[in-house]
T-cell receptor, first 111, second 115 residues
Framework: GEDVEQSLFLSVREGDSSVINCTYTDSSSTYLYWYKQEPGAGLQLLTYIFSNMDMKQDQRLTVLLNKKDKHLSLRIADTQTGDSAIYFCAVVSGGYNKLIFGAGTRLAVHP | NAGVTQTPKFQVLKTGQSMTLQCAQDMNHNSMYWYRQDPGMGLRLIYYSASEGTTDKGEVPNGYNVSRLNKREFSLRLESAAPSQTSVYFC??????????????FGPGTRLLVL
């Protein structure tokens, strides 16, 4: 079945850039998504990219998609303490037609 | 506009007890979902409902039942709770844009501990 993998933890210094990576095994997604979960809360859609695009920029966020390698990344420029959260990538499974979430990457921002 | 609401926020059960987790959305969405979140495993889909009156199994349905009471409400029932069902449960609803982009809106979660 579909597998979406992310590294579980990333620590960065405030002001640096963060890059969160995601790989997937199969996808019929027209869109690929990044969700953010703050402590004690549910997930919120952060950004997304259309599957025929390589890159999307949205203020401090840059999403890169390499369809050949089935690799999705999220770059956060000028990372702030308020960016500390868990970030999930999500794609629509090829055979399942439902969103499959990765395990989430916990981003810790330190001074 | 409250979005997606869930009750209770926290529950402790003994093995074998039953309970129902409640979820409601006020966004007039057709699709609703129940997920569980476990450390290192992300979100796994338990059941979903594409529209009022329909429900389908997700990735991990064993030990759970659901009921789509009406368009607003989607409940999850544990008939005989087991310690393996200790988790955080999230309800979500979604809208689909004309271009095929799906946005899921999540509730705040129910933290369940089964002793």
């Amino acid at each position: 079945g579909e597998d979406v993998e992310q590294s579980l933890f990333l620590s960065v210094r405030e002001g640096d850039s963060s890059v969160i990576n995601c790989t997937y095994t199969d996808s019929s997604s027209t869109y690929l998504y990044w969700y953010k979960q703050e402590p004690g809360a549910g997930l919120q859609l952060l950004t997304y990219i259309f599957s025929n695009m390589d890159m999307k920029q949205d203020q401090r966020l840059t999403v890169l998609l390499n369809k050949k390698d089935k690799h999705l990344s999220l770059r956060i420029a000028d990372t702030q303490t308020g960016d500390s959260a868990i970030y999930f990538c999500a794609v629509v499974s090829g055979g399942y037609n439902k969103l499959i979430f990765g395990a989430g990457t916990r981003l810790a921002v330190h001074p | 506009n409250a979005g997606v609401t869930q009750t209770p926020k926290f529950q402790v059960l003994k093995t074998g007890q039953s309970m129902t987790l409640q979820c409601a959305q006020d966004m007039n969405h057709n699709s609703m979902y129940w997920y569980r979140q476990d450390p290192g495993m992300g979100l796994r889909l338990i059941y979903y409902s594409a529209s009022e009156g329909t429900t389908d199994k997700g990735e991990v349905p064993n030990g759970y039942n659901v009921s789509r009471l009406n368009k607003r409400e989607f409940s999850l029932r544990l008939e005989s709770a087991a310690p393996s069902q200790t988790s955080v449960y999230f309800c979500a609803s979604s809208e689909l844009s004309s271009g095929g982009r799906e946005t899921q809106y999540f509730g705040p979660g129910t933290r369940l501990l089964v002793l």
